[in-house]
Every structure is written in C-alpha cells, then in structure tokens.
C-alpha cells in the first residue's frame, strides 16, 4: 500500500528519494509525491498515477530547486477520498509550514477535523492525513518545538499511523512517528534515512533501527534520536538487513513476477536448507517454541491468513490432518476478527503473511493471543509486525518478493508447512517409518521437479496466448489441490483481470455447471495415484458434455485424456499430498502468460497492494 521515503544526507537528496520510493511502487499506489527542504524553503510537487509523472514533474520544475538537504515522498494507495493530486501527501498545515506523509488510517479524523476547522484550519483534501498536518502545526505553534509537537499530536491520533513531518522552521529535520504501521530508520555515514519498508534504503545501507509502537524518531544527516511516548530517550539495537540490492532487480526477466517463479526451486532448496537434509533424520524445526508434551497433546490448530496465504493454509489444512490427525480449521483473518471464536490456550494459531503486515491477519492474531493460545507465525517477512507478536516464528527466507502477486512466497510457505506436518507428525509418532522416509526423499527432489517445469514453458504459453481472449474460467480441483484451484483461479484475476473461479470439482454439478458452455473454459487439477483424480475425470467429462473447452493439469501419461482435454499441461510425477508445490508453478505461469499477452501491468496490477495494511 502506501509507502514513506524521508532522507537527509548529502546526496542528491530528489534521487534518493525516488529510487526508494521506486523499491516500494510493488506495493500498489495511485499517486505520488515529495516535500523538499530547499534553502530556507519546503517544496511540494505532486502528480497522479505512476512515479515516472513525479520524476518528470521534478524534472520540468528542476530550475526552481537551489540545493535540496532533506526531503519526504510518498506513494499513496488511496483509502479516504479519490486518487487525485489534492489527495496526495504530503500534506500541509494552513499556511503551508509544515508538512506530512502518512501510513495507515486515523480512524477519528472526523472529530479531529471538526475541532481544528473551528480554530481556522483549512481544510484542501478529503483524506484523513491532513488532520495529522494541522494538528502538528497547531501544537507547534503553542509549544515551539517540533518535537513535542509530534509527541502532542500523535497522542491524539486513533487508528494506525506511519508518519515523516518536517517544518520550515526547522532546517534539516525529519521526525518520524509510528503505530501499528511499519516504520524504520536507516542509519548511513553523514545520512540518515526514515522509511516504511526496507526496500526503499536497502541500495544505500544496511545498518537499520525497526521503531516499535509509540516511538518517535528525531532524524539530521548526523544524527538520530529515538525516544518513547514521554519523551525519553530509547537505546535501539541497530539490525543488518540480510537483503542485498541485486534482490530489487529483475535480472534479465521482462517483469519480476517472472524472474521470482523461477526462483522457486532454490527458495525451495533455501527452506529446506538446515531442516530437511537426510531422510534418515528428523525435521530440525527449532523455531517451533512447543515442548514435545504439547505438541502430543494438541487438539486442534487455527490457521489465520487472506488471499494467497489463506489458499496456503487450505493445502495445510489437508497436510497437518493428513500427517497427524490434529484437527486443522482455516479461516480468513477478516472473518475470524467478526465472530466470537473457539480459540483458547490449548490451540495452536498459525498467522501465515507475506508480508506480515496484513492489517486483519494482525488483528485476528493479536485476539488469539489475548485467549492466550500459542502463535506460530509463517512469514517472509521476520521483521514485520506480525512477527513480533510471535511466540514461535518460522520465517520462509524466499527473499524480497517485488511482484504484488505472489508466487515464491507462497511455495515458501507451502514447503514450511509440509516441515511443521512432519515435525509434528515425528514428535507424535504419526507417521510409519518407511512412508516418512519415501515423504522426505521426495521433498528433496521438489526443486528439480518444479526446475523440470520451468526448463519447457512452451505449452503453457501457447495454452495462455489460446486462452487468453476468455472473459471467464473455472479451476476445479479436489483435496489437497482445490487449495491450487483457488490460488491458480486468483492469480489468473489478479494479474490478467479475467473472471476466475475455484470449485471444488464435485461441486461443479450443484450450480456452477449451469455456467458451462464454449465460452467458458475448465482447467481440471488431476493428480494420479490419490483417490480423486478418477472423479476429476468424470467431472470434467460432465463440463465437456456442456461444451466447455478444457485443460488438463496433471502427470498422468495416459494420452487418452489427450482426446478429452483441449490442451494437457503435463508436470512431473510426484505424490498427491506433495502436488500443490508441483501444479502451482504451471497456474502461476498461465496467469502470467496470459496477463503478459493481454498487455496487463503484471507486478502492479490495478487497485491492489503488496501489503494490505488496512482492514
Ligand atoms: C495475492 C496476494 C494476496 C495476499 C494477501 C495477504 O497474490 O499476494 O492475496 O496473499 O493480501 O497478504 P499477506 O500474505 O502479506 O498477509
């Protein structure tokens, strides 16, 4: 969503600033712009749309610039009032002194901004940022100080906040303030950095401080502050991030969603890494904080997670009761927050995030706490918020995930869910000896199997350019795999903006064969060897009596469903329970093909957002 770059230092302060701005556009925005502190003045240029506008914007205006030393950019993914250049941060007090970008929702900014239009504000914008501006400004103008001036103000302020405030007044001064929004501070040699996400420094220095809730920090090119709600002054550990810049660039790849689906087989090598490394030896999960006796008492697991790391969780679902007959209930976060819930301190809840700041997978995990259950959080991200409210964290190390659909993150914590399974499943004494070993051999040869597929894209992309004038789809799947059905049907939404449903196939006949004919396409996920892929069969037999064109994705070597299907996406043969990791990678792909073909913006496509930090 939307993103903060502030910068002081002795660079050129205008390209800092776009370039981290630029490593955060993954996010999703609508629209953009900066603040500069120029001599003795504050500059704002804003523009609509894609950052390119702001570059050029600054670009024509150059001549208006002496030589800026501090400066604040946004981008902004709009939640109150339309994407429009009014609408965009920063925003500034009354009389323009003071300016403000911001993170997050103020939830009371209706009162605030009845109170402070009765003293005389005026009011530009319809967002809820500007509220924050015309609060500061007013506490500065009765305290005089910047600082307590943010302190002030922000203790007013209900809701969530990431913000960077610099004033005319104050040369070289950037003050950053958080709460239940992400916000960091990168510390350089004479510069300092303050942003929302560490993409947006990582080209310039490793070296970062992560704020907590409530704290404020005070940043010049020489020096940074940190103090807490009263002002006091907080000793911060400094973090390495372990991210190099070379994680932002594409590589070669016409787009990163690309370059990240074929980093799968070594995110996959990557999670294994250390965990699993002989079949003969138990899964080294030491991340999971749960002693043995809980473990062997565990009745039930709560998985929480939205969109992709939901269909995630369903695939777990299968998994963990497949393994080790525990009880496994999934649920979108955005549910389980609105419902009075079964979860207690027996319960086992797993938050599973890419990003780990999804605003209702934090919430729902942070009311699982309060009931006092063990939280396991999965994530790529272990510097996130989410993280934090960890009491056993298992981080999925895909590396940067630049491409606002994910893919790599998702097989990452796919494969960490099979480990958790077997760990569980080995501590419970779940699972026959030889089964485990054959389960753990596979696993290892996962990367080469999804390699296999990566090396002949071919049929995928003549599947996707044959496909790709369809206005609507059907993915049907059963067990393990209706998770892929689900994600294969969101990815193909996401990023080509064609109508895509998942069905669990013996569902189709309940309603939606009412929709089939030759203008409506069914991709069938038929796995051999488990019990369903027979009833798959039939299914799609009854979708091509409809008339429905039909692809095939499995690793059946029977040709005669060649007949059957119009095109066989063909994937290496591997054990059904394993099969999500296989037959993700062909639906990730035919989205993308088709996205590509269609011309879409595939890494950002329209309205949606890396990091959904809002509810
Ligand atoms: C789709 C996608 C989203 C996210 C969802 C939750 O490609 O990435 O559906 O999965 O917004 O986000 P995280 O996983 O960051 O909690």
Redesign the pocket.
Known sequence: MCGIVGYAGNRDVVSVILKGLTNLEYRGYDSAGMALRDGDDIKVYKTLGKLINLKNELESRKSELIQPTCGIGHIRWATHGSPSIVNAHPHSCTCGKLVVVHNGIIENYKELREELTVKGCVFKSQTDTEVIAHLVADEYSKVKDLEKAVRNSVSKLQGAYAVCVMHKNVPDLIIGARKHAPMLVGIGDGENFIASDTPAIIEYTKKTIYLDDNEIAIVTKDSVKITDADGNEVVKKVEVLPWEPIALSKLGYKHFMLKEIHEQPDVIRNVLNGKLYDIDAPIVLNEVKLDKDTIKNLKKIEII??????HVGMAAKYIIENFTGISVEVEASSEYIYRKTTTDASTLVIG???????AD?ITAIKQAKEKNAHILIVTNRPDSNMARLADSLIPVNAGIEVS???TK?YIAQMISFYLLAIHIAEVKGTLDDVYLKNLKHEIIQLPTKVEEILSNTTTIQECAKKFSSFKNFIYIARGVNLATAYEGA??LK?ISYINATGYAAGELKHGPIAMLDETMPVLSILMPGGITYEKILSNSEEAKARNAKLIALTSSKDTNIDALFDVVLRVPQVSEILSPVITCVPCQLLAYYIAEFLGKDVDQPRNLA???TVE
């Open positions: 997670a939205c969109g992709t790391s939901l599973v995030s890419q990003s780990g700041e999804t997978t606002v659909a994910a993150s969101l990815k996401e890396k990091s959904v």
